[in-house]
């Protein structure tokens, strides 16, 4: 079946340094992808999603290429803020499948 | 604008006892999904359902677990007999009927259950 591998935490970085996040997917088809992070006593939010092949998602200055002759989906932010400190989901939908999520990834940045 | 609803929040319990977790979705979402995350693990699905049907219940414990959409309501997670294995955090999510962004879904905070 399908299933996301993302790299395990915690991570902890100083504020303005560069993450990377490794996410990789195994799926029978075409999935989507999607970074979901979840700050501390919240629910999941989408972060950013990449529909096909090469499709670079971006937002808050995180980005993630979809890259499918890798089946890797890594997430990069070349700052990092205190503010960015929460954990990170990497995901995959195929078809009318729910979403499947990897185990999550858990950012710390400090000052 | 209300997002993804969850009550309560936060839920103790006794081994033995029932555990009632409802959702309301989204205005304008049929579709509610239920995930649970247990202490430093990932997000697990559960069940997926639309308005008075279970759509994809693969997720879901053989036993004393069970899930509804009514037309009517909320969903509901209901959880009987709990055991300390319970003990997690359930989220619920909901997608539009149709459209939007394929697999896209919307979290609600979660219900924290805790089991003595």
């Known amino acids: 079946g399908n299933s996301v591998t993302q790299m395990e935490g915690p991570v902890t970085l100083s504020e303005e340094a560069f993450l990377t996040i490794n996410c990789t997917y195994t799926?029978?088809?075409?999935?989507?992808l999607f970074w979901y992070v979840q700050y501390p006593g919240e629910g999941l939010q989408l972060l950013l999603k990449a529909t096909k092949a090469d499709d670079k998602g971006s937002n808050k200055g995180f980005e993630a290429t979809y890259r499918k002759e890798t089946t890797s989906f890594h997430l990069e932010k070349g700052s990092v803020q205190v503010s960015d400190s929460a954990v990170y989901f990497c995901a995959l939908s195929e078809g009318n499948t729910p979403l499947v999520f990897g185990k999550g990834t858990r950012l710390s940045v400090i000052a | 604008n209300a997002g993804v609803m969850q009550n309560p929040r936060h839920l103790v319990r006794r081994r033995g006892q029932e555990a009632r977790l409802r959702c309301s979705p989204m205005k304008g979402h049929s579709h509610v999904y239920w995930y649970r995350q247990l202490p430093e693990e990932g997000l697990k699905f559960m069940v997926y359902l639309q308005k008075e049907n279970i759509i994809d219940e693969s997720g879901m414990p053989k036993e004393r677990f069970s899930a509804e959409f009514p037309k009517e309501g909320p969903s509901i997670l209901r959880i009987q007999q709990v055991v300390r294995g319970d003990s997690a955090a359930y989220f619920c999510a909901s997608s539009p009927a149709s459209g939007g962004s394929a697999g896209e879904l919307f979290f609600g905070e979660g219900s924290r259950l805790t089991v003595l």
């Open positions: 799926a029978t088809g075409y999935p989507s």
